[in-house]
């Protein structure tokens, strides 16, 4: 939907931006307890011999299964949101009047209470399908993910702010800037 390059122009707008995609991959790392306590839910096979979760095995577990995701998420949604709460504090004890938290899946697990505003990405689908499909995603991944989410249209609704990203990186810009005033 565009929430990479929406968090890169933010950042050089000189806006704070945490991006919870990146915490969820730090919580996961060797030494972290959350990688601990999913390795005890979903089993040893999920490491791989160096001790690195093995993302695409603990992907394929808990996408081609609901209640092993919602497992996952017991497990790993409340230490980012902890992580993305501590940064919006360090941003409000330094003057910051605004940040943003990139959080993809905000309705989701009801972090929009949290938060001031909200701001939807949208394009079409077939344009959400292509752009996974040039990370390298099979269909029944992306049929997997897409499915296991809100509607956009349903997101679309619950936002405060909707920026279409099917246009140039231009008229991107542009509009998060109206968002921001």
Do not use: N
Not at 22 to 47: H, Y
Not at 169 to 179: A, N, P, Y
């Amino acid at each position: 939907m565009g929430k990479s390059t929406a968090g890169t122009l933010l950042q050089k707008r000189g806006v704070p931006v945490v991006d919870t995609d990146d915490l969820a991959r730090a919580v996961v790392e060797p030494g972290q307890p959350a990688l601990e306590a999913v390795k005890a839910a979903f089993g040893p096979q999920i490491l791989d011999p160096s001790g690195k979760l093995r993302r695409e095995e603990l992907a394929r577990i808990v996408f081609g299964d609901a209640s092993a995701r919602v497992r996952l998420e017991a497990i790993l949604h409340p230490r980012i949101a902890q992580l993305w709460k501590e940064e919006t504090r360090t941003w409000h004890a330094q003057g910051f009047a605004f940040g943003v938290v990139i959080i993809p899946l905000l309705f989701e697990t009801g972090a929009e209470r949290e938060l001031d505003a909200t701001i939807c990405l949208a394009c079409r689908p077939e344009t959400q399908r292509r752009r996974l499909a040039e990370r390298g995603w099979t269909q029944e991944q992306i049929d997997q993910r897409v499915s296991a989410q809100l509607s956009i249209e349903e997101k679309m609704k619950r936002s405060d702010y909707l920026v279409w990203t099917e246009g140039s990186l231009e008229v991107f810009g542009e509009q998060l800037q109206r968002v921001l005033g």
